[in-house]
């Protein structure tokens, strides 16, 4: 079975430009989260989906948003960057919407915020 | 103010002892706890978990072991082995209305030393 996957994998963005990152769930998986992992924060949560509809939200600012399509699939965006945009973002898949099912993590999509 | 502290940023630990990596958080009413284990240009994976109605959960080499009243849990692995080399995270789950959240330590990096 294919593991989650993210692309690009590797992102150089201008500040004020914004990006589309996007997670590949593994097959069968309906809840997508969404994490960014810093050096200073470690690894903070920004929304979780399940059924194309957002369940919770972590505490970042509107400019990052995100949304899940029917097959799952999930894209999240991020609006007029900022230079401590730049990051790790992690999407994580699971079966269900409870802490009872494993979460399994993508590889990541490092940006890069110039 | 961060509700899951990881006060160790790095650990050594030579190969076939033991190696114990500290949690300690703050909100009482998430009642699931995780390790994670991440290798770099990877995404964590799941390392094993605990809810609190229990204070110790075992798998092979790796134990944890939570103690309500302290707020304290602890991962340990016995015997290290190199390969354990890794960036392992503590995380705090909370799951109810149909969604969850888990909020992640800023990581503890440990290095086995053959």
């Known amino acids: 079975k294919a593991g989650v996957t993210q692309t690009p994998r590797y992102l150089i963005k201008t500040r004020g430009q914004q990006v589309t990152l996007s997670c590949s769930p593994i097959?069968?998986?309906?809840?997508v989260s969404w994490y960014q992992q810093t050096p200073g924060q470690g690894l903070q949560f920004l929304f979780e989906?399940?059924?194309?509809?957002?369940?919770n939200k972590g505490n970042f600012p509107g400019r990052f948003s995100g949304r899940q399509f029917s097959n799952s699939r999930s894209e999240m965006n991020v609006s007029t960057l900022e230079l401590g945009d730049s990051a790790l973002y992690l999407c994580?898949?699971?079966?269900?919407?409870?802490?009872?099912?494993?979460?399994?993590f993508g590889p990541g999509t490092r940006l890069t915020v110039t | 103010d961060q509700q899951v502290k990881q006060n160790s940023p790095s650990l050594s630990v030579q190969e076939g002892r033991i190696s114990i990596l500290n949690c300690d958080y703050t909100?009482?009413?998430?009642?699931?706890f995780l390790w994670y284990k991440k290798y770099p240009a990877e995404g964590p994976t799941f390392l094993i978990s605990i809810s609190s109605i229990k204070d110790k959960n075992e798998d092979g080499r790796f134990t944890v072991f939570l103690n309500k009243s302290a707020k304290h849990l602890s991962l340990h692995i016995v015997p290290s082995q190199p390969g354990d080399s890794a960036v392992y995270f503590c995380?705090?789950?909370?799951?109810?209305?149909?969604?969850?959240?888990?909020?992640f330590g800023k990581g503890t990096k440990l290095s086995v030393i053959p």
């Open positions: 909100n009482s009413m998430f009642d699931y």
């Open positions: 995380a705090q789950g909370y799951s109810g209305a149909g969604s969850y959240q888990l909020t």
């Open positions: 989906y399940f059924s194309e509809t957002q369940r």
């Open positions: 097959s069968g998986h309906r809840s």
């Open positions: 994580a898949s699971s079966l269900g919407a409870s802490l009872s099912y494993e979460q399994y």
